[in-house]
């Protein structure tokens, strides 16, 4: 099992920036990868990005030049650094974590919401 905190989420301008951290705890010895995904109201959840434990990223054409995913392995934490945020980016945005058996675990949500 594993056990995820977000944190980071809130209100800010277009054109401002949030951090979203995921602390992970429990059995983080079997965690392959940790990313992001967000869902806006009536909308599917969609990947945002992803940094596995070699520290490859991936990231969703939408944020590309904008968030920047990273990985604090002494902490078991992994970040989501969003810069020039749209109304677009408005969603709730869960952190996931994949083991290397497939399993995945998700955190509770954070919601981010970008206006003027």
């Known amino acids: 099992q594993v056990q995820l905190v977000e944190s980071g989420g809130g209100l800010v301008q277009p054109g401002g920036s949030l951090r979203l951290s995921c602390a992970a705890s429990g059995s983080i010895h079997s965690i392959n990868a940790m990313g992001w995904y967000r869902q806006a109201p009536g909308k599917q959840r969609e990947l945002v990005a992803r940094?596995?434990?070699?520290?490859?990223?991936n990231y969703a054409d939408s944020v590309k030049g904008r968030f920047t995913i990273s990985r604090d392995n002494a902490k078991n934490t992994v970040y989501l650094q969003m810069n020039s945020l749209k109304p677009e980016d408005t969603a709730d945005y869960y952190c996931n974590v994949e083991t290397i058996s497939t399993v995945e675990y998700w955190g509770q949500g954070t919601q981010v919401t970008i206006s003027s």
């Open positions: 940094i596995t434990i070699g520290g490859g990223t």
